[in-house]
């Protein structure tokens, strides 16, 4: 009785893309062990699930939809008053003077009556700011008008997009009311109508005594309204999923199915063939490496082994498979880089002959295919399958990007 290994050449053959694969990634940098974690809010956020529901193409067009409108928000037009221009410094501020009139900080928690004192004086000078809303305050409602900063919560200043994001979210309601906040201030003081106007709300006397120069935000008012309501849309009815959801890159999964068979016509075992299905998720690398995500997992993978009736086949496989992944935000891709390596085979075939027993390792160890080794280029939410023929192996690898629906 003879056992055929038919495997040698494929097992070469899968140690040389190992190392091509290896070489792939090792090249491209650093792992920073930090995972990233959104850092939690100071801010008051409504009640807010666990989980992005949204399919994980849509949150990664989502996030690239938000970071359109940054050249916006990180304007100085929009960026002063949400926290970075300093309105008690005499250097940065003619109106300072004015400012600390109160000596109220604008850093700090003020009451709707406070922060309507604190303003006051700001309407000698910015005084081309239309609209007004109404505020309650313990038993009775407050009228706020005029140029006015925003409440400490509301300070952007320092903040990055995904901050922003999150920030900016979680004060408004659902998607429709983020759209009225772009588009008319809630219809109550109009803060980004100003902004366009790139005067800081001065009236023409004061531009000409302080020499301001009008410098708006770039784009239009109405380009803005375009691109947030792009964004909220995108979000729509997930706008509550999680604080996260269209504002993070998703976390992802790859579900796994790899099969193969190796035929040994006449041998002994005359057949091996193993079929696993696995999910693995996958990390973000940090910080330095956007985009870059990695995970593995451990399996010990039963073989079926097809022996003569007289012979018994127990046979497994222990393997580890490495997965390193790059979204790719423009072409709303994953190009997987994955490595399969056995570890300890394990198995045993029995036979009665002639009542006598004769066992020999079964070794599927050995059986490795073609395809552990490679990358693949997947769209989000897709599968794409590798099929391989050599001699008598046949395998397939197929691998599906999904998103980790996941609780922070
Ligand atoms: C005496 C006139 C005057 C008064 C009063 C005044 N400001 Fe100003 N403010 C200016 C001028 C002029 C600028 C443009 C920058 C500069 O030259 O100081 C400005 C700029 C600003 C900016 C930056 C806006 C931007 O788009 O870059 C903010 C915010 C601001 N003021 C807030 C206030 C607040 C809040 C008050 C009231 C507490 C106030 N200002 C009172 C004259 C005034
Ligand atoms: C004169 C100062 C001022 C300017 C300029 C200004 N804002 Fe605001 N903004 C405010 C105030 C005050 C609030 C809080 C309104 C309230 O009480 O509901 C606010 C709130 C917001 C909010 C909701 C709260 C948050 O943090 O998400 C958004 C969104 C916003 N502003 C966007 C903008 C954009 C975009 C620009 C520039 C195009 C801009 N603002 C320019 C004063 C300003």
């Known amino acids: 009785m003879r056992f055929t290994r038919h495997d040698a050449l494929p097992y070469a053959l899968a140690l040389v893309m190992l190392c091509f694969s290896y070489l792939a990634y090792a090249s491209s940098g650093q792992r920073s062990g930090g995972m990233r974690t959104a850092p939690r809010l100071h801010a008051r956020t409504p009640a807010l699930g666990e989980a992005c529901r949204l399919p994980v193409g849509k949150q990664m067009e989502a996030v690239k939809a938000f970071a359109k409108m940054m050249p916006v928000f990180k304007h100085d037009r929009c960026l002063n008053c949400h926290g970075k221009f300093n309105v008690l410094s005499a250097d940065e ?117 302080y020499d301001v120069v009008p410098e708006p935000p770039p784009g239009s008012m109405g380009q803005l309204i375009a691109q947030g309501t792009g964004w909220a849309r995108l979000v729509g009815d997930h706008w509550k999923d999680s604080p996260e959801c269209g504002c993070v890159l998703p976390k992802i999964k790859l579900k796994v199915e790899h099969t193969w068979v190796f035929d040994t016509p006449g041998g002994v075992p005359s057949r091996q063939a193993s079929d696993a299905r696995f999910e693995v998720k996958l990390e973000p690398y940090g910080e330095d490496r956007p985009n870059y995500f990695q995970g593995q997992i451990s399996l010990e993978r039963p073989v079926d082994t097809k022996v003569p009736a007289s012979c018994r086949a127990t046979t497994s496989v222990k393997e580890r498979w490495e997965f390193n992944a790059l979204l790719e935000p423009d072409s709303g891709s994953v190009k997987v880089w994955h490595t399969q390596l056995s570890d300890e085979p394990t198995g045993e075939i029995v036979c009665s002959q002639g009542g006598g027993t004769a066992r020999m390792n079964a070794d599927p160890g050995a059986l490795v295919g073609l395809l552990g080794a490679g990358e693949m280029v997947i769209p989000l939410d897709s599968t794409r399958r590798k099929q391989a023929s050599f001699e008598g192996l046949r395998e397939s690898l197929a691998i599906t990007v999904l998103a980790v629906p996941e609780a922070k």
Do not use: Y
């Not at 305050?137 to 300070?155: D, Y």
């Not at 009311?177 to 006397?205: I, M, N």
């Open 93 to 209: 501020h003619t109106g300072a003077g004015a400012a600390k009139e109160s000596k109220l900080d604008p850093t700090t928690l003020l009451t709707v009556s406070e922060r309507n004192a604190f303003h006051k004086p700001c309407g000698n000078c910015h005084n081309q700011v239309q609209g007004k809303g109404v505020r309650p305050e313990l038993t009775t409602n407050v009228v706020i008008s005029g140029w006015m900063l925003p409440p400490p919560p509301m300070r952007w200043v320092g903040k990055d997009t995904e901050q922003l994001c999150i920030l900016v979210k979680g004060f408004e309601e659902n998607a429709d009311s983020f759209v009225s906040h772009v588009a008319s201030d809630h219809g109550e003081v109009q803060f980004v109508k100003a902004a366009f106007e790139g005067v800081r709300g001065l009236d023409s006397e004061s531009i000409d005594l």
